[in-house]
């Protein structure tokens, strides 16, 4: 008996000790009727399960982590690959929520229990995760937005508020997060890569892809500074492409590693070797499965892991990885709005260089918001023009010749959290410009007060430095 | 009743124990409140090592816990490529190595801080700059002793000899002038006006023409556009032939040409300091790059940006070009990296764009993309390049790892690292110098604290600091020199300890990422705390005696009445809120120098040392003089009892200003004043 303990006892460790297995969802049946736009049976799927493999081992040693749930979906690791977060739904017809699992024990237990579905749960650098939740509005589709709160369920906070619909988040090296973001009223058919800080200030554009493409995977980000991700091609029916972008010039970085590859994939997911753990199909008929996949290769590289009936998505490794870094925040809820300033609504980038006499000027801007008109502003002669707004409001800019017609716009949604100072160098401008030194003409004065038509807003001071 | 000994051990076990907890208990309240308040934060470890330890001045305490570091900066290779010849710059010393067996042969003095080396043609001598001694020194390289002093302006930094060896062209840093030196007569021939603290200096491939760059931009109101003065010099005729402004950058280190000559590149930064701060994505406070002079009549100026849309590549420092024309590389010092560039594509840029296309590529941060053929890593903090005379091999001071790393140039792969014998562990203070030189803390590496300040000085810049409203609060940077003894931090005086000045407010509102964490502000504290000294003021005060202007400029900073007799009251004395020895009282006051933007709050009295090479002055930076402190701001008779002065006195007053140095070069006073942190 006392030989057989420490077997026993060795064995035990070895089967509650989950590093370096690879975590995946598995979905029975076929992987179809992908709502691009609601999330359903793609962020959140029916009698999903999550399980887990040895790679070393893989048909012998997989095990189902979520036996408890009907439903159970996109598991993310904790930095020090102890825990493991994911969305799953207890019972079926229920609502998705957010959970945890100890994966030295396997116990779970619940973080968000809320009316809505929230799913796509990420872990923060700060002991907080991120997640998106469903938010239902009279007046606008529902879509999902950003939510943040503690890891206990805690000091909840909505940090998107513009109408867009955000999934597959990932939180990049330098603190910031990265999501699937897409404009849904008015509607568009195209989304894009949004980055934003995880107070949900600075808001910007990443990156989007080409013309018929969709993006579909939660980007993830290399040791060697790319982002790799999932570019469906099924709007042009065409096969999907594993993309990958520096993240350094994400706009104009982007190499197709799959060129000679057909067929379809699903998620990557980056390899302390260099190579992607990612999930693909030859196609339709078949079923995705996990490959361990070498960039320099045109080849989806070898099996790790198979299955004929089900369909393998969204794998991640466990192990400790790097905490990106935490950011600090300039919101503060006791402030009811946010600044804005453009340095000159009339730059757009190189384009509008040395075009400036052919290029009609914008004298005054239009704010927009949700279903009114916030108010029209006269700019600068710079072109410039300094805003305050009411925190947590989406709006809108168009400009404005002086006679009225619209000239540009309008742009895409803006929101400010409460105390944010935001800038931009033009309009619509390329995002690569940096401003030009000079004081604009708009800040030697007081901010307008948007909407017009609210002369106070009682506000407690901020002292900054 | 007998006392047994067990009993009495444990009386006293008792007692102690009791008496221990009457000391501890209160002594870790105290602890706690202490460090509290020193560091702004309600965690800090209960260390005392940090702030009572790696920040001590005193000698012996100081020499036990810091290292003598070498901190490689510039340095030149022979013809032969056999050595490297390379200022030691903490050390005081020039070393000669030889690159081919790693060796450090030979340890040769200088003077106080040298700069840069220029070896004259026939490789048999050489001569050093001391940027804190005002000379040159001569060194005979065949026996390796110093033979010659050779005196010059104020600061020589960059050196540069021409083709016959004849003419020593020294860039004097401080006294903002170049000073030529005929190296027979071992004499100052000539001295021309350069920019505001020039540095780079480099002769044209045909010997015709030096170019010498400049740091600081010229003093201007705030609001008027950054214009940096690039130098050109007629070596023929010796006389300037132009001053060329380069516009909307400064911290132009150095220069180089390109064998045909057609093109010299410098580095240089382009702030954003008239652009509220107020957030740094997007480059909304720094990018980084290289600006192309086009050397023909009515030749173009074009800047274009290393930085790239999520990745800055901050405080580029010096720049060499390949024999072949064909490669610039640059030293990224605030990230540890050479940025490579391939210089035809910088022509086929600079020829395929319209004016205003040139123009707008200076602020677009996809253009380093066209440029740039690699980034290289190195050590920490990459200073002075060389190469060797085939151009196989890029040299790289990194001056914070006390090492040369040596580059392929045709791979563009480090080949090796030359150790050159510097103390091998990392003192505190040495990793806050680290990272006050590194912009690892800064979001997406966009700048350092070097970056505002430079030779942690300066940068002579005002910055928009964007507080409650985006057009407020002015602020004029402010020296961390000698700072340790001078609290409060700020111009509003809101910040007790350099703790609480680098650490959360820091990192929301400057650096916009990771605060520091508590390891890493100790180090900086220290770095800064132990004391950075100012150079000494030999330009005003060279020897420690007054002259007699200064001294008549003496009696009226102490003057109790003015001219016709009357007393003047205690607070608007000069002598007052600025005493001896750091020339501040510590504590806050009203000059009358409150600007419609800013806030209503007083300000934190400055201290004065060196402060003939700070300006602009006041908070806001407006008096761009001493004397428009009091000409032009101080009428109000808030700013001391000015108005009954003579203008010889005021005068007088301004030349006392400017003989004012560092505690450590001047008599010892002991006056000591406590910093007051009362805003009203």
Redo the contacts between chains.
Sequence with gaps: MTMGFPVIFFLSCSKNSLNGRIVFTLVPGKLQDLNFVTGDFWRFIPRAQILYIDPDNPDQSAEVLTKEFFSACSPEISYDGRFMLFSAQKKQNDSWQIWEMNLKNLKTRQIITSGENSVDPVYLPDNRLLFSKLVLNDSLKAGYSLYTCNLDGSDEKRITFNPNTYFASTILNDGRILSISRQIYPEQEKEIYMVLRPDGTKAELFYKSAEGKILISRPRETNDGKMVFIESGNANNEADNLVSVSYNRPLHSMTNLSSEIKGYFCSAFPMHSGRLLITWRKSDADRYALYEFDPESILPGKVVYSNPDYNLIDAVIVEKRNRPRKLPSEVDTGVKTGLLLCLNINFSGLQSSGNTFLLPVAARIEVLGIDSTLGVVKVEDDGSFYLKLMADEPFRIQTIDNNGHVLKGPCDWIWLRPNERRGCTGCHEDPECVPDNRVPLSVKKPPVSMPVHVTKVREKGVDLE | MKITRPFKILLLSGFLIVLGLIIIIPGGKWARKHVDYITAVTDHPLGCASCHLYIQKNNFVSKLINADYLSPFKMVVSKDGDRLYVVAQERNEMLIVDPVNNKVLNHVRTGVHPHSIALDESGQKCYVSNQWSDNVFVTDLTIMKVTDTLKTGNGPAGLALSTDSRYLYVVNSFSNDISILDLQSKSEIKRLAAGNNPSGIQFSPDGKTICVTSRRGLIAP??T??LTELTVVNSVTQRISEHKNIE?AHMMENIAFTPSGDLALVTLI???????A??V????MM?NGIGIIELKPDGRIIQL?LD????YYADPFDIVITPDGKKAFVSSSGVDYISVINIDSVRAIISES????L???S????IS?RIVMKRIPTGSNPKGLALSPDGKKLYVAEQLEDRISVIGTENLEVMKAIDLGGPRRITVARHGRRLLNNAGHT??NQYSCYTCHPDVHEDGLVY????????R?LTNTQSLRNISDTPPF?WNGKNQTVYKQDG??F????T????FSYNELDAISAYIMAGIPNPPNLQYNPRGKLTPAQLRGQVLFERTHDNLGNEIPIFNRCVTCHPAPYYTNKKMANVGTLAASD?SILFDTPHLNNIFASPPYLHDGRAATLEEIWTLYGKTEQHGSVNDLTKMQLNDLIEYLKSLGDPAYEPKKTDIYKASFMHN
């Excluded at chain 2, 382009?270 to 509220?276: A, D, G, Q, S, T």
């Excluded at chain 2, 790239?308 to 990745?311: K, L, S």
């Excluded at chain 2, 916009?512 to 605060?515: D, G, L």
């Design positions: 705030y609001g556009p950054l909307s382009r702030p954003k300091n008239l652009v509220p107020i957030q994505e997007r480059g909304w990018t940006l790239e849309p999520n990745a319209s004016p205003d296309l123009r707008a590529f602020n677009h941060l996809g993309s979001f997406q928009n600091m964007a507080s409650i409203d985006m057009g609060n700020k959360m407010r990192s929301t509102v400057l916009r990422t990771e605060a806030d």
